[in-house]
């Protein structure tokens, strides 16, 4: 399968769960804001809202929304402790965090600070609400390792995604060290360091190819 990736896009999330999983994907990077393949190919035609990720199928069919992704993914190898069974109240509790994630985190938090269209004065208001936040997220992390408990899972792969948008803001999370420590402890898993590692491969490949 191929996954539609961007370098610091919330894909990064996917890549993380697939190489949990040992599901092998190839990625295609895509220049999001030409809305470009590698092959000049127009992305419109993969996901007609222009937005990563995406998944191409065995069936050649695509699917998008990385959260849909990450449990379809994880719905192939049912008895991974990446994600609990569908029906049961374990599953709807990831997708509870996930639809936080998504929304509040992603596009309700971090969108407005990199979008550049944002008016001035509504950014701190932005960044006031990702703090609040954040700070939420801290509270919650001082009882147990990961977002549903002790164990790591999709929803755990997709909040720290986001949440590692705070080095590009400059956000210091030092003053949340539960939430600090979570965030320390899914860096040093294997599928992360090499999701990482994929990501800064293609960064350092386009610069060049930029510069040349
Ligand atoms: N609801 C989608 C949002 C995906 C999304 O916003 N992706 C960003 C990259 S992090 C993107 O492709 N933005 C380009 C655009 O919206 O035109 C999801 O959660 O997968």
Same mark, same amino acid.
């Given at each position: 399968?191929?996954?539609?990736?961007?370098?610091?896009?919330?894909?990064?999330?996917?890549?993380? !769960?697939?190489?949990?999983?040992?599901? +092998?994907?190839?990625?295609?990077? *895509?220049?999001?804001?030409? &809305?470009? #393949?590698? %092959?000049?190919?127009?992305?419109?035609?993969?996901?007609?809202?222009?937005?990563?990720?995406?998944?191409?199928?065995?069936?050649?069919?695509?699917?998008?929304?990385?959260?849909?992704?990450?449990?379809?993914?994880?719905?192939?190898?049912?008895?991974?402790?990446?994600?609990?069974?569908?029906?049961?109240?374990?599953?709807?509790?990831?997708?509870?965090?996930?639809?936080?994630?998504?929304?509040?985190?992603?596009?309700?938090?971090?969108?407005?600070?990199?979008?550049? !269209?944002?008016?001035?004065?509504?950014? +701190?208001?932005?960044?006031?609400? *990702?703090?609040?936040?954040? &700070?939420? #997220?801290? %509270?919650?992390?001082?009882?147990?390792?990961?977002?549903?408990?002790?164990?790591?899972?999709?929803?755990?792969?997709?909040?720290?995604?986001?949440?590692?948008?705070?080095?590009?803001?400059?956000?210091?999370?030092?003053?949340?060290?539960?939430?600090?420590?979570?965030?320390?402890?899914?860096?040093?898993?294997?599928?992360?360091?090499?999701?990482?590692?994929?990501?800064?491969?293609?960064?350092?490949?386009?610069?060049?190819?930029?510069?040349?």
């Amino acid at each position: 399968m191929k996954l539609y990736h961007e370098v610091r896009g919330c894909s990064l999330a996917v890549d993380i !769960v697939a190489r949990e999983l040992g599901i +092998p994907l190839e990625l295609i990077w *895509v220049d999001v804001p030409r &809305k470009l #393949l590698p %092959d000049g190919t127009d992305y419109y035609k993969i996901n007609p809202k222009g937005q990563v990720p995406s998944l191409e199928l065995p069936n050649g069919e695509f699917l998008s929304e990385g959260a849909v992704i990450m449990q379809y993914l994880a719905d192939m190898r049912p008895n991974s402790e990446l994600c609990a069974t569908a029906g049961t109240l374990a599953r709807y509790r990831i997708m509870e965090w996930m639809s936080f994630v998504a929304s509040d985190l992603h596009k309700g938090g971090f969108m407005p600070l990199i979008k550049k !269209v944002t008016p001035d004065d509504y950014r +701190p208001i932005a960044r006031q609400l *990702v703090m609040t936040r954040l &700070k939420w #997220l801290n %509270d919650h992390l001082a009882e147990r390792d990961y977002l549903t408990g002790p164990t790591f899972t999709i929803a755990d792969a997709h909040c720290y995604t986001i949440v590692m948008w705070t080095e590009y803001q400059n956000i210091d999370v030092s003053p949340w060290p539960h939430l600090q420590a979570y965030l320390q402890r899914i860096s040093r898993r294997d599928s992360v360091i090499a999701a990482k590692a994929a990501e800064r491969a293609e960064a350092e490949r386009s610069a060049k190819a930029t510069a040349s």
